[in-house]
Nanobody
Framework: QVQLVESGGGSVQAGGSLRLSCAAS???????LGWFRQAPGREREGVAG????????RYDASVKGRFTISQDNAKSMVYLQMNSLKPEDTAMYYC?????????????????WGQGTQVTVSS
């Protein structure tokens, strides 16, 4: 069983930055972690993903070049550096985990989920 706790959300002006953190506990060896978001009226979508013990990363086209995902194996932490934030980035952001194998960023493929952290970007 894996437990996930997100932090770092908040309210910022357009063009600002935030860094989200996801603390993972339990059995996470070679697990893959993903960041997802869900805005009102939209389906939950994958934002970025990375795996413990691997260098492969994946980004949704809407955030590529602005967001950077990283991980710290020793601390079982995953981060999402969010730069040049836009109002359309406003959403609840979730950290999720799945056994090793970073394929598509489909929410259905991720078994464990955190409670989410709200990101609000004003214009």
């Amino acid at each position: 069983q894996v437990q996930l706790v997100e932090s770092g959300g908040g309210s910022v002006q357009a063009g600002g930055s935030l860094r989200l953190s996801c603390a993972a506990s339990g059995y996470t060896y070679k697990y893959c972690l993903g960041w997802f978001r869900q805005a009102p009226g939209r389906e939950r979508e994958g934002v970025a993903g990375v795996c413990f013990g691997g260098a492969t990363t994946r980004y949704d086209a809407s955030v590529k070049g602005r967001f950077t995902i990283s991980q710290d194996n020793a601390k079982s932490m995953v981060y999402l550096q969010m730069n040049s934030l836009k109002p359309e980035d406003t959403a609840m952001y979730y950290c999720a985990a799945r056994p090793y194998g970073l394929g598509t960023l489909s929410p259905a493929d991720f078994r464990y989920w955190g409670q989410g952290t709200q990101v609000t970007v004003s214009s």
